[in-house]
């Protein structure tokens, strides 16, 4: 793991945005497309903006959530609706895969969705948020369905029920999220460099995070 400060939340934006470009930018030297895995919450938002502007070859960039809320994508908690709405509305003309299936419950609804994921591995670029419970994706301390999401074996995507979370949920699983060429953690606050700190001493299934400490390049700022 390698921590890079940064003075204020405006300087770690650009640079999470600048880095995930580059990586991407690498990318698509070398193949044909690239995929890019983004997180959901309020936290990667400017970066998303930022990112949009980037000169790349959106067309030839497929992005999809790194986790999903079991609603539709027009409901205010989805992600697929952030980032389509922070990224792709904002002139990133990138593919967006959603891990939402109108009709389905969770547990076909991932099915489904790893159909659509599998052909997309390995990941090109990965960013991933954190918890102060230390968890990433939906990959929750204590959730139902998360010693299935960490197995290596497990398909790209699975459904898991987060300790008291309004809605079910979806997530890409351990062997998905790692199989990325380049990953990178953005985390604010105090609390949350406490947390990540203190993940590297726990079991994974107490800190799910520590699972990807290994050559994650961490950004934070207060």
Request: proline share 10%; glycine share 6%; aromatic share 4%.
């Amino acid at each position: 793991m390698k921590l890079t400060e940064h003075p204020d939340r405006e300087a770690l934006t650009l640079a999470v945005a600048q880095d995930i470009a580059e990586s991407l930018g690498m990318a698509l030297k070398t193949r044909d497309r690239a995929v890019l895995c983004l997180p959901g919450g309020s936290t990667p938002v400017p970066v998303y903006k930022a990112l949009a502007a980037a000169p790349l070859d959106w067309a030839r960039v497929v992005v999809l959530p790194g986790d999903e809320r079991w609603v539709a994508p027009d409901h205010n908690r989805s992600n697929a609706r952030l980032i389509r709405r922070n990224l792709i509305d904002e002139g990133a003309a990138a593919e967006l895969v959603p891990l939402y299936t109108e009709g389905l419950d969770p547990d076909a609804g991932a099915a489904a969705a790893s159909a659509l994921v599998a052909p997309l591995l390995p990941l090109s670029v990965l960013l991933l948020g954190m918890g102060e419970d230390m968890h990433t994706a939906s990959l929750f301390p204590g959730a139902e369905g998360l010693g299935a999401a960490l197995d290596p074996s497990a398909p790209p995507v699975l459904a898991i029920a987060a300790p008291a979370a309004p809605e079910p949920r979806v997530t890409l699983t351990l062997p998905a999220l790692t199989s990325a060429t380049d990953a990178l953690l953005m985390i604010t606050g105090p609390e949350k460099r406490a947390a990540l700190e203190r993940a590297a001493s726990l079991p994974v299934e107490e800190a799910p995070i520590r699972a990807f400490l290994k050559g994650l390049r961490v950004h934070y700022a207060e």
